[in-house]
């Protein structure tokens, strides 16, 4: 009974996004956990208080990352394992994928991986079902429900957030799982588990600890650069007229002609 | 030297941050409005040490140090005036000097309740006719066979109606000059003890401050905390560390009107141009920043110092003139940059205004702390 989830730590969502003239990114320095991991993180450790499971939490990343997984023991995960490795800078979703699914497969019973819904820095969720993949295990996405778990059969059933309404599905463990906002309300950290979290060491698992080469570190795609949005230009234009009635039809006469209406 | 907060303190203000910016900043206008603090909110405080945040953890508490307890009230502070208020009284007035003195005995009793989320405790001092003059206490207890019987009335109770007991001042001796006074714990349904509604005020609505009165209140003699007659110098005591916390209070509300006030600024546009790009705005914004960051250096070296068991009495006392003056500008300017918007109910500037007007006023008066502070440096003068 051990559950793996992944964090990480991203840019604040309120920090200003700009980039330089160089094409670099600047979003603040400000860093913390992926809001969709926090609903992660709890849903674990309710599944750890109901079944008596272990948790361990992994981010793959610079040391930046330590704050997101010192975040999760202090709610109370039981282990933190931080990947990474010089290598693995500049890494695509499918490195980090591999980087993951190596990292779980290291810990040798894990049954259950749990992520957030995505990446809010990256606006992206590919990485979770490449892990799937990368793992060869049942993959079971935006879940607002775990319904049942039961570890000694290997089964789980949970309830799933679909375009047209909610799909309950079963599936084998090992899995792999995203949850969704509401699936729980997130757990603050305890006293305690600052104070534990404050004094672990966090192991750092590089390429060869993982049993990967060098070669697993090569992305397949790469970020060549960035710019900034370009600027909305907008005009704000009173209609005058008579009456109301003159006003309403001069804004139909406009809309017509901006092919709004 | 290091300015850096340990990884300990550092993930417990991220933890206190968060808590606040989803439990009680979202309420804080309602607080205000209804004159209630939010009991969710603070059901929830256990787990995070905030209602005992220097207790031992044998009695509920999360046995912190100065500097994290000063963390989390600045922000306690910058979330809500009121439950900071509160928090503060509890924390350093009514838990601390049972800690500090309680007996065994005593503390088993008081503090695995006082640290449950569900009260709060409260401190007694002032009465109608003394308030920075601790000397002129009239509440008489005096001894009757096993029992003590308690006459005597206090204005200005903070959480009185909160609290299952109140750490109370009382007169126990004649004529025997500042060996006169004692602490007695009295709890709230001994009988004899009446709280009157809370008292309609300028701000910190939230927090309930109350008259009381005790007529021939009996509590059992070991009801006494600490020594007999030395009441007078634990309350000293207890409110030099309480000034520590008043301090980070008042960071914390200093900030939390900067903050508006930065965001404001940079939103709002008089003269083609934003306020923030007027000089005249960033020079006022330029001054709350650098006062809450001296004030808030001030806060932490007199915790500092009360951690490291060095004479603090007079670094906290200056640590709490400063920032609560500090305060009171930074409200006064941020409301300033609001413009009419800023003596609106619809914003926060208002009730930041309100609330942090008592700060030069509670635990020792500006004033006072000025004397305590003089009497000091003279002392280390040899004067
Ligand atoms: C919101 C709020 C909450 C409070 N909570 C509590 C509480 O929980 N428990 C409690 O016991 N009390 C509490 N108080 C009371 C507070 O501690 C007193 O108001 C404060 O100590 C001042 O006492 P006073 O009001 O009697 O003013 P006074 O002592 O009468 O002072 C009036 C003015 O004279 C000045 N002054 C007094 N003596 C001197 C001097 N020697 N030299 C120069 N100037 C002087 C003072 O600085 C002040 O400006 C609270 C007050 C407020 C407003």
Known sequence: MHI???????????????????????????????????????????????????????????????????????????????????????????????????????????????FGRELPDIASDAHIFQTARKLGWNLLGSVSKIEALDFAAKTIRVRRLVEQGTE???????????????????????????????????????????????????????????????????????IEGASAQDKAAKLVEKLFAEKVL | MDFKLTDEQRLFQTAVRSFCEREIKPYAAEVDETGRLRREALAKMPDLGLVGLQVPEDYGG????????????????RACGSTGLSLEAHNELCCMPIVRWGTEDQKGRFLPRLTSGEVLGSLALTEPDSGSDLMGTQTRAVKDGGEWVINGAKVWITNASLAPVIVTLCKTEKDAGSRSFSLILIETDRAGVTIAPPLPKM??????????????????????????????YMVLETLDSGRIAVGALCVGLAQAAFEEAVRYSTERRAFGK??????????????????????????????????????????????????????????????????????????????????????????????????????????????
């Open chain 1, 168 to 238: 309950v599905l079963s599936s084998r463990l090992p899995a792999v799982i995203s949850v969704l906002k509401g699936i729980n309300e997130p757990k603050y950290p305890t006293f305690i588990g600052i104070r534990k979290a404050s004094k672990t060491e966090i192991p750092v698992w590089g390429l060869s600890a993982l049993g990967l080469d060098a070669a697993a570190a090569q992305g397949q795609a790469a970020v060549t650069g960035y710019r900034e949005l370009p600027k909305r230009e907008g005009a704000v234009e009173i």
């Open chain 2, 62 to 77: 999360a046995n912190f140090d100065s500097i994290s307890s000063a963390l989390a009230m600045e922000e306690l502070g």
């Open chain 2, 203 to 232: 701000g910190t609505h939230g927090s309930p401050a109350h008259m009381l009165t005790f007529s021939d209140v009996r509590v059992p003699l070991d009801n006494l905390l600490g020594q007999e007659g030395r009441g007078l």
């Open chain 1, 4 to 114: 793996a989830v992944i964090t990480k730590s991203v840019p604040d969502t309120e920090a200003v996004v700009s980039v330089d003239a160089g094409g670099k990114l600047l979003a603040g320095d400000k860093l913390v956990v992926n809001p969709w991991d926090e609903y992660a993180i709890t849903e674990a450790i309710l599944l750890k208080e109901a079944h008596k499971a272990k948790v361990t939490i992994l981010a793959v990343g610079p040391e930046q990352h330590n704050e997101a997984l010192k975040h999760g023991l202090a709610i109370g995960c039981d282990q933190a394992i931080r990947v990474w490795d010089g290598a693995l800078e500049g890494h695509d979703s499918l490195v980090y994928a591999k980087a993951v699914a190596a990292a779980i497969q290291k810990l040798g019973d894990v049954t259950l991986v749990m």
């Open chain 2, 274 to 383: 934003t306020l923030a790009d007027h000089q005249a705005i960033q020079f006022k914004l330029a001054d709350m920043a650098t006062q809450i960051e001296a004030g808030r250096l001030l806060v932490y070296r007199a915790a500092w110092a009360k951690d490291q068991g060095e004479p603090y009495s007079k670094l906290a006392s200056m640590a709490k003139l400063f920032t609560s003056e500090a305060c009171e500008r930074a409200a006064f300017e941020a409301l300033q940059i609001h413009g009419g918007y800023g003596y609106s109910r619809e914003f926060p500037l208002e009730r930041i205004y309100r609330d942090q007007r008592m700060m030069s006023i509670g635990e020792g008066t500006s004033e006072i702390n000025r004397m305590v502070i003089a009497r000091r440096l003279l002392e280390e003068a040899g004067a």
